[in-house]
């Protein structure tokens, strides 16, 4: 399996990106899709995730400013990322897990940047 993503940037503040992230490969329908994201020294937060059904996980740092979602059909998940503050600045990785063997995957990592 193969997670590619895109859409990152530079972005000022109060901006909107949308990242996007396609999965390939044997993809197992029952999956998980999410974004995390990481700065130097940090350890790293889940930003977001959705099941193959439809729900929904979101880090209150972000909740009411990013909406996920995802086309089943594609094997595609994309972040929407609206009211962009400096503190978003980071690299954004796209994660799929597979519910049944928890057998996980990462695409490589897309920077966003947000500054004025």
């Known amino acids: 399996v193969q997670l590619e993503e895109s859409g990152g940037g530079l972005v000022q503040p109060g901006g909107s990106l949308r990242l996007s992230c396609s999965a390939s490969g044997s993809v197992s329908r029952f999956n998980i899709m999410g974004w995390h994201r990481q700065t130097p020294g940090d350890q790293g937060e889940l930003v977001a995730s959705?099941?193959?059904?439809?729900?929904?996980h979101y880090a209150n740092s972000v909740k009411g400013r990013f909406t996920i979602s995802r086309d089943n059909a594609k094997n595609s998940v994309s972040l929407q990322m609206n009211s962009l503050k400096p503190e978003d600045t980071a690299v954004y990785y796209c994660?799929?897990?597979?519910?049944?063997?928890?057998?996980?995957?990462w695409g490589q990592g897309i920077q966003v940047t947000v500054s004025s």
């Open positions: 994660r799929l897990i597979f519910r049944l063997t928890q057998r996980d995957f």
């Open positions: 959705i099941t193959n059904a439809g729900d929904t």
